[in-house]
């Protein structure tokens, strides 16, 4: 069993995101990576984003690509994260960095780390 291919974007990138996503990649020297998003148990939501570079999506990845960038997802996550919209914002060292824009969560902690998901059907 292998990651399920997807034709469709789970997560849509900004122009700005994917900037600074092949921006990291290279910083590393890997043209290999991807970008890994998903969510756990935490924050003072109940849920948090969690982003990270990989190189190997497993059997319970979504995996599609946006300008060159393969993205990975674990199904679990998927559900959480369907339809949300990721942005990269540096204005200073205290404002910008990630911003997420979640159609799924029911409120967002402050920080916009962490969010309580809807009600699922």
Same mark, same amino acid.
């Given at each position: 069993m292998?990651? #399920?291919? @997807?034709?469709?974007?789970?997560?849509h990138?900004?122009?700005?995101?994917?900037?600074r996503v092949?921006? @990291?990649i290279?910083?590393?020297?890997?043209?290999?990576?991807g970008l /890994?998003l998903?969510v756990?148990?935490?924050? $003072?939501?109940? @849920?948090?984003?969690?982003?990270s570079l990989?190189?190997?999506?497993?059997?319970r990845?979504?995996?599609?690509?946006?300008?060159?960038?393969r #993205?990975?997802i674990?199904?679990?996550?998927? /559900?959480? @994260?369907?339809?949300?919209?990721l942005?990269?914002?540096?204005l200073n060292?205290l404002?910008?960095?990630?911003?997420?824009?979640?159609?799924?969560?029911? /409120?967002s $902690?402050?920080?916009?780390?962490?969010f309580?998901?809807?009600? #699922?059907?």
């Amino acid at each position: 069993m292998s990651e #399920v291919v @997807l034709n469709r974007p789970i997560v849509h990138l900004t122009p700005a995101a994917v900037a600074r996503v092949k921006a @990291l990649i290279a910083k590393q020297g890997d043209p290999d990576l991807g970008l /890994r998003l998903g969510v756990k148990g935490g924050g $003072c939501s109940g @849920l948090s984003y969690t982003m990270s570079l990989d190189k190997t999506p497993t059997e319970r990845d979504y995996v599609y690509e946006v300008e060159g960038i393969r #993205v990975m997802i674990d199904k679990r996550s998927a /559900r959480f @994260l369907e339809g949300a919209s990721l942005d990269y914002n540096m204005l200073n060292l205290l404002e910008g960095g990630w911003k997420w824009s979640n159609p799924n969560a029911q /409120r967002s $902690c402050g920080c916009g780390t962490s969010f309580a998901p809807k009600e #699922v059907q």
